[in-house]
């Protein structure tokens, strides 16, 4: 006599047995693999490329600096993760910093107002006064998006000298910086 568990196993083999055979083909050899499935990725989420792949602030900052003598200088990460920093003992201190994901509209002028400038051939802002009394940030828009910061603190002097040391600094590192689009 068959039972009633006996019966469903034969009922049910015949169709187990016709969905295996029915994913094997006759037609490509080979045994057949699960695909993963595709993640797709929209240019939204994928992470934006820096426009300063390779470059280095401290690389920008040094040829300027060390003629000036100024101490060696060293990475500093308070305006981006590519910024380099030098001081001179009595005298002041300066950086450099590249900042791939903000452009010169989006700096703060902090204590000071932004005055439209050029730096080469490219766009800039002068910010005398930005931290305060002797000192000036230059920024130079690299894309609409990236910029570069040189800037100079003055341990006494005028917004005008802080301002003379970052144009140099900027002017300095200019030509080096990527062409953006």
Do not use: W
Not at 41 to 52: E, G, L, N, R, W
Request: glycine share 8%; charged share 20%; proline share 8%.
């Amino acid at each position: 006599m068959i039972t009633k568990s006996r019966l469903t196993s034969f009922v049910a083999l015949p169709i187990a047995l016709t969905l295996v055979l029915s994913g094997c083909s006759s037609e490509r050899p080979g045994n057949a693999t699960p695909v993963p499935p595709q993640r797709e990725t929209s240019s939204a989420s994928a992470t934006p490329t820096d426009v300063f792949e390779g470059l280095k602030a401290c690389d920008l900052l040094e040829p300027t600096t060390t003629p000036k003598g100024f101490d060696a200088p060293v990475v500093e990460t308070y305006e981006s993760d590519n910024g380099c920093a030098s001081q001179k003992h009595g005298f002041g201190s300066v950086s450099i910093y590249l900042v791939p994901e903000a452009g010169i509209d989006q700096l703060s002028p902090g204590q000071g107002s932004k005055i439209p400038a050029r730096v080469g051939s490219r766009e800039a802002v002068e910010i005398p006064g930005d931290a305060g009394k002797q000192a000036c940030t230059v920024a130079i828009a690299v894309t609409k998006g990236s910029r570069m910061t040189a800037s100079t603190s003055l341990n006494k002097g005028t917004n005008e000298e802080a301002c003379a040391l970052s144009r140099e600094i900027a002017t300095a590192a200019e030509p080096e910086l990527p062409r953006g689009n």
